[in-house]
């Protein structure tokens, strides 16, 4: 079965920055699309940036020129770099391999002074 679990998120002040982590089991994630994706309390699940299997990205206008995703194949791994974090990038944050419907349980990160 497929499992992805996220870590690395946490309480960051604004204008700090986070790296999230996804480690996959049951598949390989090379051959696959994968994204990130937050959802905001209150709000809709979004997709924020994904990087497909040749490494092309893609990102969401809210977060273009800060995050950057990327992907470790021989870990089987895929990573969010977020840079100059804002309030409103507070949100649980989700890996997905996008042709999949797994979901991990996410990871929480809080932007707040």
């Known amino acids: 079965q497929v499992q992805l679990v996220e870590s690395g998120g946490g309480l960051v002040q604004p204008g700090g920055s986070l790296r999230l982590s996804c480690v996959a089991s049951g598949t390989i994630l090379n051959v696959y699309d994968l994204g990130w994706y937050r959802q905001a309390p209150g709000k809709e699940r979004e997709l924020v940036a994904r990087?497909?299997?040749?490494?092309?990205?893609d990102y969401a206008d809210s977060v273009k020129g800060r995050f950057i995703i990327s992907r470790d194949n021989a870990k089987n791994a895929m990573y969010l770099q977020m840079n100059s974090l804002k309030p409103e990038d507070t949100a649980v944050y989700f890996c997905k391999i996008l042709i999949l419907s797994y979901w991990g349980k996410g990871t929480l990160v809080t932007v707040s002074s």
């Open positions: 990087i497909t299997s040749r490494r092309s990205t």
